[in-house]
């Protein structure tokens, strides 16, 4: 698949609020065109200029996205620790117990689910970066690939430990708070059908992020300056079942 078309679907796979943030590809594309079909030297370095201000015009914005999605994160991670803890002082003879860790872990499993599309956000963005300088320097002869990678990887929006934390502190969570207690395999199948019913929407778009990251990966066997990281995501339970499992149909 062309990543024209990769990128949009993935906004559309995302959530509503956050679609205006990705990276606006196709103008980059229709600039790259005018430089070069500029003839005279002035419209030509007119064109570039532009070219590179709308580049670093898209780092800001993804980096005042990111970070504001993370400080978002954060606090609601604290919150429902405190929830957690609140229901467990309160103990398993109150009332709606049960009831109330069921709304938590709905919750922890969409919380989980954004966290792993901001991920995607991330790599994605990353790479529409990578394909559109490689597009600059074959078309114009240029050498500024390199460089503007060098400073990308240095970005906010780029350096995703902290969410690959938080998203292992959520395992761990949903781990010790709510332990499976079937079987191996009736578990997978079990908590499969968990996620999708907590989830519903974050669920698939979840699924949609997780293949796609795998997929950007599987792009190329040669490391370089160019190259996505690995993915950080821990063995855990959720992850594995997202991964193994085939999509679970939700009208």
């Given amino acids: 698949m062309k990543f024209g078309k990769r990128l949009k679907h993935q906004i559309e796979q995302s959530l ?36 590179v201000y709308l580049l670093n015009d898209e780092i800001d914005k993804f980096n005042s996205f990111f970070v504001e999605q993370e ?12 929830r957690i803890q609140k229901v467990m002082e309160n103990g398993s003879d109150q009332k709606d117990y049960k009831e109330e860790l069921a709304k938590i872990r709905k919750d922890i499993v969409n919380f989980h689910g954004e966290m792993v599309l901001l991920m995607n956000y991330s790599n994605i963005n990353y790479t529409g970066l990578a394909k559109i300088l490689k597009k600059y320097d074959k078309r114009t002869g240029g050498v500024l690939r390199l460089p503007f990678i060098q400073k990308v990887l240095e970005q906010p929006f780029f350096t995703t430990d902290l969410i690959s934390k938080l998203i292992k502190e959520c395992e761990n969570t949903l781990d010790s708070v709510f332990p499976p207690s079937e079987s191996a395999a009736g578990t997978l199948r079990g908590e499969k059908e968990t996620l999708a019913l907590a989830g519903e929407g974050i669920f698939r778009n979840t699924l949609a992020a997780l293949l796609t990251m795998q997929e950007m990966r599987r792009g190329s066997s040669t490391l370089s300056h160019f190259s996505l990281p690995p993915l950080k995501f821990p063995d855990s339970d959720i992850i594995h079942t997202l991964q193994i499992l085939p999509p679970i149909q939700i009208p």
């Fill in 71 to 82: 400080e978002d994160f954060i606090i609601h991670h604290k919150e429902l620790q405190q």
């Fill in 16 to 51: 509503p609020g956050w679609r205006d943030y990705f990276l606006s590809y196709k103008e980059l594309k229709k600039l790259l065109r005018s430089i070069s079909s500029a003839s005279p030297p002035l419209e030509r370095g007119k064109a570039e200029a532009d070219f």
